[in-house]
């Protein structure tokens, strides 16, 4: 029988294979007490166990830097430095000490006490850093106790798709793409270590899935779908056609992906419509280049704060803005400015408890309240406008105040680089992202004070529907065509529009070719996506008439359900495109 998961995508594409259930997780420890004469004894083995473990993180850390690259290789840096903590050592030795308990007994009961203190939080960031104790303690404990490597992935068959209750950044760096195809997990977030590694391995992963672990069977047939957050157990003859018709469709794409992107993307009534690229990394500026990227529309800053025990340095940021700017000398590069909080905290941050925190403490508001954090990247971001079309964009933001605040401290921080004789572009612009239903009610004042608006429909549709994107069991609610998104949509273009300032779009709305074709009809020719889906919309674009989707969002603005409106659209884009393709998690962008 068919069974049907929805979580989280984590990392782009399709897999299909064989079931591999990942047996990884906490050994058992005996209870082991010693005599006082073998404290020291016990004590020398938990430090050479230390020893090990960050030998081969250092190891590890170096032969990531050589596959991934320098970005990637720093994942690796929370955990060495948690071998040296004081909490963990000290800790420990007391345990060893005063209780008189063995080695790995001591080091357990410690690292449960550290876990404990910090599941109080439910901070996605914070379970991320808990992934990582987890594997950190692992390691160790196989180590103390004797036991083989649970690293070592050496007999796993080719062609599986891994199901575990979570991974590990350094149980990503022995996987083999050529043997491993997917992966699916109970719990993680997209912003965890071993995501982001999976990503920059390019493979499809899957996370949140709640039961997968107890629901999957050693051996079963399953397509994994990165994209969408679905993974098929045992699926039918007409699932696997589905899937494989759209993985033959990327393949073509990517076999062609020169040929895609020197394409000129015009309607076929010659609307031109700018596609740029969503990045979370500098390294894949690359990459979206190649699949047809003429700018960036989002390049996500929190790389460069996650898992760090302090905040990142001026030069190190110029660097990396930099890097962005020169590889799109003739386009675009918006920055978004730190979007901390929510579920993305650095250790560095005192994190307040706070029971919503995605309506907390976060964004501009945590960047306006850390002044040092905050002008250090303005200054940053300051220096790599003298080496292109940089852009700065405020995440979050809800009223002008916001806005007004950062102009001043650019302001100062302006004088300061002019009197230190440092290079900038006098020019910039600055802009914001509209994510709240206060941004687009209020947008024709944000208007007065920005040089752009980007719609980030992602928060956009979750505050506007009150609806948790991140909740699998309320997916069917989060749906980015009810009427009242759309409507705002429209309201957010039209006042861009009689400001005279470009409006764009960089949530996932745009990298879906029915919400493209809805963004179109709207008069928003602007879009920003993560670049593996850059070809398929440039495609649809090629196939589409503008006039056609003008003509659908009017009929669509007059819907008064999210099943009409999405019915609007359907009639509006006819045979152009396969919808069926792509409708994914959003249960309505083909109507049944």
Not at 86 to 113: C, H, K, P
Not at 119 to 136: A, F, G, Y
Not at 387 to 392: I, N, P, S, T, Y
Request: with cysteine; proline share 5%.
């Amino acid at each position: 029988m068919t069974v049907v998961l929805d979580g989280s995508p984590a990392a782009e594409g399709i897999a299909a294979g064989k079931i591999f259930r990942l047996q990884w997780g906490m050994p058992i420890v005996p209870h082991v007490t010693i005599a006082e004469s073998q404290v020291e004894a016990e004590v020398e083995r938990f430090h050479a166990a230390r020893s090990w473990a960050k030998a081969r993180l250092l190891e590890l850390k170096r032969s990531t830097e050589v596959r991934l690259g320098a970005v990637e290789a720093r994942i690796f840096e929370p955990q060495i430095l948690m071998l040296d903590d004081i909490e963990v050592v000290d800790g420990t030795l007391r345990y060893i000490g005063e209780n008189r308990l063995s080695a790995e007994r001591a080091f357990e009961w410690r690292m449960l006490e550290l876990q404990a203190l910090w599941s109080r939080t439910s901070h996605p960031m914070v379970l991320d850093r808990l992934n990582d104790l987890q594997d950190l303690v692992v390691r160790v404990l196989h180590r103390l106790l004797g036991h083989h490597d649970p690293t070592d992935l050496a007999t796993l068959e080719e062609g599986v798709i891994i199901v575990a209750p979570d991974m590990t950044p350094s149980l990503m760096m022995h996987l083999d793409p050529r043997t491993v195809l997917g992966i699916a997990t109970d719990h993680g977030t997209r912003t965890a270590h071993w995501a982001i590694l999976a990503r920059s391995l390019e493979l499809p992963a899957v996370v949140g899935l709640g039961d997968v672990t107890s629901r999957a069977k050693e051996g079963q047939e399953a397509i994994l779908d990165g994209r969408i957050g679905r993974i098929v157990l045992d699926p039918s003859p007409e699932e696997r056609e589905s899937f494989s018709s759209r993985q033959r469709r990327i393949d073509l794409w990517e076999e062609d992906i020169a040929h895609i992107a020197a394409l000129e993307s015009v309607t076929a009534d010659g609307q031109y419509v700018e596609l740029r690229a969503n990045l979370d990394l500098p390294e894949e500026a690359e990459e979206a280049q190649r699949h047809g990227a003429v700018g960036v529309g989002l390049f996500r800053t929190e790389f460069l704060v996650v898992g760090r025990n302090t905040m990142p340095g001026e030069e190190e940021q110029y660097q990396a803005y930099r890097s962005v700017a020169e590889a799109f000398p003739s386009g675009a590069v918006f920055v978004r400015t730190f979007d901390l909080g929510g579920d993305k905290f650095p250790m560095f941050l005192h994190m307040p408890k706070e029971e919503n925190p995605f309506l907390g403490w976060r964004a501009i508001r945590v960047c306006l309240d850390q002044p040092d954090l905050f002008r250090t990247q303005l200054r940053a971001l300051l220096r790599a406008t003298a080496h292109g079309d940089m852009r700065l964009m405020l995440p979050l933001v809800n009223d002008v105040d916001e806005v007004r605040r950062v102009r001043a401290l650019l302001g100062e921080e302006c004088e300061r680089l002019s009197e230190q004789g440092i290079p900038f572009n006098p020019g910039y612009k600055l802009g914001v992202m509209i994510e709240t239903p206060a941004a687009a009610l209020d947008a024709a004042e944000l208007a007065r004070y920005c040089d752009f608006f980007s719609i980030g429909t992602n928060d956009l549709i979750q505050y506007t529907l009150a609806v948790d994107r991140t909740n699998t069991r309320l997916s069917k609610l989060y749906n980015p065509f009810h009427p009242a998104v759309v409507r705002q949509i429209h309201q957010v273009a039209r006042v861009g529009r009689a400001a005279g300032i470009e409006v764009s779009v960089c949530g996932e709305m745009a990298s879906h070719p029915l919400g493209a074709f809805l963004l179109f009809g709207l008069d928003i020719t602007v879009l920003s996506m993560g670049w593996p889906s850059l070809p398929e919309i440039k495609k649809m674009v090629r196939d589409i008439r503008i006039e056609d989707a003008r003509r659908a969002a009017r009929k669509a603005l007059a819907a008064d359900t999210s099943r009409d409106v999405t019915a609007r659209l359907m009639e509006g884009i006819g045979s152009s495109v396969d919808m069926k393709a792509f409708s994914g998690r959003w249960s309505l962008s083909v109507p049944q």
